[in-house]
T-cell receptor
Framework: DSGVTQTPKHLITATGQRVTLRCSPR?????VYWYQQSLDQGLQFLIQ???????AKGNILERFSAQQFPDLHSELNLSSLELGDSALYFC???????????FGQGTRLTVV | AQTVTQSQPEMSVQEAETVTLSCTYD???????LFWYKQPPSRQMILVIR??????QNATENRFSVNFQKAAKSFSLKISDSQLGDAAMYFC???????????FGKGTHLIIQP
């Protein structure tokens, strides 16, 4: 158990809908990262938050957004969902900016 | 942009033998970090080993060790005494000194033959 908790584990939704994925980082970790893993794109970095502030953006679509709350948990919002958004979404957390990241078990999103 | 290349989509090794997984990367930064992550069928991403670029000594963690060649931008993972539980996808990953998220390779599927 990495100590990073993601909910829900599985999510099935229809095209055009909006979903929210939730992540609780390891106790004491200030940095939260979101990644997408799909068969065609592999593992891609989406976005990073550090102590409540957006720190870095990767290949995140404009339809996607995220935030980190004062208690350091984070949410990834995916809207206007398309079939191609079906993927495994990981949250990871780390103590600082250059320390190793520990991953949650992921949320499997299926868009039908 | 940084890129990470894993040229071996799949590797197979007999149990108890040694296997080496290859990884090369491209960067213009001098300060960075490299990682190997393991993803078993459960899909959990598990950190195997970490290497800081400023350290000349290769990292080791029990049966796992790396061969870090900074000039060649090469970062291979050696697994000694392979065990059935080592069967998984292995991903090489890079992050720069600013630690702006990990760039992953496409992965190597490691099969352990009993």
């Amino acid at each position: 158990d990495s100590g990073v908790t993601q909910t829900p584990k599985h999510l099935i939704t229809a095209t055009g809908q909006r979903v929210t994925l939730r992540c609780s980082p390891r106790s004491g970790d200030l940095s939260v990262y979101w990644y997408q893993q799909s068969l065609d794109q592999g593992l891609q970095f989406l976005i990073q938050y550090y102590n409540g502030e957006e720190r870095a953006k990767g290949n995140i679509l404009e339809r996607f957004s995220a935030q980190q709350f004062p208690d350091l948990h984070s949410e990834l919002n995916l809207s206007s969902l398309e079939l191609g958004d079906s993927a495994l979404y990981f949250c990871a957390s780390s103590l600082g900016l250059a320390t190793e990241a520990f991953f949650g078990q992921g949320t499997r999103l299926t868009v039908v | 942009a940084q890129t990470v290349t894993q040229s071996q989509p799949e590797m197979s090794v007999q149990e108890a033998e040694t296997v080496t997984l290859s990884c090369t990367y491209d960067t213009s930064e001098s300060d960075y970090y490299l990682f190997w992550y393991k993803q078993p069928p459960s899909r959990q991403m598990i950190l195997v080993i970490r290497q800081e670029a400023y350290k000349q000594q290769n990292a080791t963690e029990n049966r796992f060790s790396v061969n870090f060649q900074k000039a060649a931008k090469s970062f291979s993972l050696k697994i000694s005494d392979s065990q059935l539980g080592d069967a998984a996808m292995y991903f090489c990953a890079y992050t720069g000194g600013g630690a702006d998220g990990l760039t992953f390779g496409k992965g190597t599927h490691l099969i352990i033959q009993p």
